[in-house]
């Protein structure tokens, strides 16, 4: 019965739209709970909310925490404001998503946390239920929260991997952002070819990043310096979907007078190197296409601080958003 209530709040959340920086919808859904059930409510500008229940006043207060945001990857990004598509099905006995991701980090500790507080058991003591926002990105809302609002004597975080196991702690992460100087110039080159990394199997950096799986950003480079050094200049690059999901797709367009040759390197470098992710990655695939024309490039040295970038993001196991240059 526990666990039929959890999955059936963790199904209504599903459909709650809830990238980080966008939360204000799954903010007025716990709203909603808590005015709902009598409870006290409390929400900041972050979209932290904050339920309190009363409880066996013999037991001291507990804090019940979880985060609200998700990590929004998908085949085709939608935008924060539409509905995300609820393809959910069991495979082997695991809940998954086609086409996106789940979003049970952390929709299934928020249902944990609303299951607790709909419970009716007066053995249960006071709970303060913290609903962070943006952990994903900045952790902006648990930077954010107020530690007045707070009065529990126990935290609770239900954030981690496997259930029964409690942590008592864990890493940390660092963030930063590089600016570049970049400069374009007109193109000379008659045609633009689109090369284009796609279907790989992505994850969380923090977790599938032991496992072998490609960094499209990273696969996209080396097609790159796989080239002829000469007959063709960067009019474009692309990839990347979150900081800290591995990258499942990354894009490059190319200004050159000889589009086939450029697709017949392309063709080789698959070929020589596809025994690489074959097995671990049977759907990421590498294409070049003639694509319209761009009129503006990278200078030589504008596009090899570019690559450089790219490849220490990969080389340093750090796999942030690709800027838009």
């Given at each position: 019965?526990?666990n039929?209530r ?8 599903l ?10 919808a799954?903010?007025d859904y716990?709203e909603?709970?808590?005015t ?11 979209n932290?909310v ?11 207060t507990v ?6 945001d ?6 085709q990004?939608?935008?924060p ?6 393809k959910?099905y069991?495979?082997?006995g695991i809940?998954?998503?086609k086409?996106?991701t ?6 299934i500790?928020?249902a ?11 053995d249960?003591p006071?709970?303060?239920a ?6 994903e ?11 007045s609002?707070?009065?529990?004597t126990?935290l609770i975080n239900l954030d ?21 100087p970049?400069?374009k ?5 008659q045609h633009?070819v689109?090369i284009?990394v796609?279907g ?13 799986r490609?960094?499209a950003?990273?696969?996209l480079v080396r097609v790159l310096r796989s080239?002829?050094?000469t ?7 692309r ?8 990258p499942?797709g ?7 007078d000889c589009?086939q040759d450029?697709?017949q ?13 074959r097995?671990?990655?049977p759907?990421?695939?590498i294409?070049?296409?003639?694509a319209?024309?761009?009129?503006q490039v ?9 690559f ?7 080389t ?9 240059w």
């Amino acid at each position: 019965m526990e666990n039929q209530r959890i999955l059936s709040y963790f199904d209504e959340i599903l459909k709650i739209p809830r990238p980080s920086y966008h939360e204000a919808a799954i903010a007025d859904y716990l709203e909603r709970f808590g005015t709902q059930r009598g409870l006290s409510v409390m929400r900041d500008s972050c979209n932290n909310v904050i339920l309190k229940k009363d409880g066996n006043l013999r037991s001291p207060t507990v804090v019940l925490q979880a985060h609200s945001d998700m990590v929004w990857a998908a085949e085709q990004p939608a935008p924060p404001g539409n509905e995300i598509p609820n393809k959910v099905y069991i495979e082997d006995g695991i809940m998954r998503a086609k086409g996106t991701t789940l979003g049970a980090d952390d929709g299934i500790g928020v249902a944990m946390i609303l299951a607790i507080l709909d419970e009716d058991d007066p053995d249960l003591p006071p709970i303060e239920a913290v609903f962070t926002a943006n952990e994903e990105e900045t952790m902006e809302g648990a930077m954010a929260l107020r530690p007045s609002c707070l009065d529990g004597t126990y935290l609770i975080n239900l954030d981690s991997e496997i259930e029964g196991v409690l942590t008592i702690g864990a890493a940390g992460g660092i963030s930063s952002e590089c600016v570049l100087p970049i400069c374009k110039s007109p193109s000379t080159f008659q045609h633009t070819v689109q090369i284009q990394v796609t279907g790989g199997k992505g994850g969380h950096s923090g977790l599938e990043i032991r496992e072998k799986r490609e960094n499209a950003i990273h696969l996209l480079v080396r097609v790159l310096r796989s080239l002829p050094r000469t007959g063709w200049e960067l009019a474009g690059i692309r990839g990347g979907e979150r900081s800290n999901a591995i990258p499942v797709g990354a894009v490059a367009h190319l200004n050159t007078d000889c589009p086939q040759d450029i697709r017949q390197a392309v063709a080789n470098f698959t070929t020589q190197h596809h025994s690489e992710w074959r097995d671990d990655e049977p759907e990421l695939t590498i294409r070049a296409e003639i694509a319209s024309r761009m009129e503006q490039v990278y200078e030589a040295e504008s596009a090899e601080q570019i690559f450089l970038q790219y490849f220490i993001c990969r080389t340093s196991n750090i796999f942030f958003m690709t800027p838009s240059w």
